[in-house]
């Protein structure tokens, strides 16, 4: 068993860029729009050796790929999905995958057995469920045919348990809460005379992540059809932009062209920029510094400029 944890993604592909990591398998993850510096993903990528990406549209990162597998989509395969609120819920196939897309899981065993590792005798999403409920003691209780009668909340340890369906109640389960500390730290980038807006970047409510779904939603397309960048209305007015004109938004490591949505809702000296859209895409301008403890990079602010077109 491996001593310590493996590679966050961030950190997956500052090994590859360096050759350090020769290999990847990506499933269901377009890292060309969601990871921070674009452009260095992009040159890390284009280190490996071998890239597979199992995906159910071509998206950008699998117009990268060396080997595309295709994947069936929630409503191609059985198995179950966790909610935020610990509610195991079943998932059941209502029309067979096209062509020659599979299961997630079955595209995973079929790798394991072909580089020759064992334990990837799997035939049914229901014995993934049995080998994950003997292995995580928080299933240790669950099974497909259970979900498929009643409404499971982690954590079940056994067979005969209900479930928890509220899961601190008098206490903590651990006991007392404990209480850690944090000190301060500056973000790696801070507005400055050359760059003197501070950008963040998030979802819209009409789109998901990457927009991978829902950007072939024509309703949704509809509703949040580009991308735009929100400014403050009197930082706007400071730079001479009008509402619905065309900038350009840039920081160190690129710059992207997109329309001006003017607005109170945005405090002046920030800007927003959703991260749904490739045509602009706002990881192009984010930071790849990482917090030290959690690994994560700092996607939400980093210091940018804003230009008339």
Excluded at 151 to 175: E, Y
Aim: charged share 25%; aromatic share 6%.
């Amino acid at each position: 068993m491996q001593a310590k944890p493996g590679l966050t993604l961030t950190c997956a592909i500052k090994e590859a860029a360096v050759g350090k990591l020769k290999a990847m398998v990506i499933f269901g993850e377009n890292i060309m729009l969601s990871d921070p510096d674009i452009s260095h993903v992009e040159e890390a990528v284009r280190e490996l050796e071998f890239l597979a990406v199992s995906e159910i549209f071509l998206t950008e990162t699998a117009k990268m790929a060396h080997v595309v597998l295709p994947a069936a989509c929630y409503a191609e395969k059985d198995g179950t999905f966790t909610n935020t609120d610990r509610a195991i819920r079943l998932v059941r196939k209502a029309v067979e995958p096209p062509g020659n897309a599979k299961p997630d899981w079955v595209i995973a065993c079929e790798l394991g057995r072909r580089l020759g590792s064992r334990g990837f005798e799997f035939s049914s999403p229901a014995e993934v469920m049995k080998e994950m409920a003997s292995l995580t003691p928080i299933y240790a209780g669950v099974s497909h045919e259970r979900a498929e009668r009643e409404l499971i909340r982690w954590p079940c340890p056994s067979r005969d348990h209900p479930g928890t369906r509220i899961l601190h109640t008098q206490k903590f389960t651990k006991g007392l809460g404990t209480f850690a500390p944090v000190h301060h730290a500056p973000p790696a980038e801070v507005a400055s005379e050359d760059y003197p807006f501070i950008l963040t970047t998030g979802r819209n409510i009409f789109h998901y992540h990457t927009g991978t779904m829902t950007r072939r939603s024509p309703k949704l397309e509809r509703e949040a059809p580009e991308p735009y960048v929100e400014i403050n209305r009197k930082d706007a007015k400071r730079l001479g932009i009008s509402d619905g004109e065309r900038v350009t938004v840039s920081s160190r490591r690129g710059r992207i062209s997109l329309k001006a949505r003017v607005t109170d809702r945005i405090i002046p000296g920030t800007i927003f920029v959703p991260f749904n859209y490739a045509e602009a895409p706002a990881n192009m301008l984010t930071n790849a510094a990482l917090d030290p403890v959690s690994k994560i990079p700092e996607l939400k602010v980093c210091a940018a400029k804003v230009e008339k077109a």
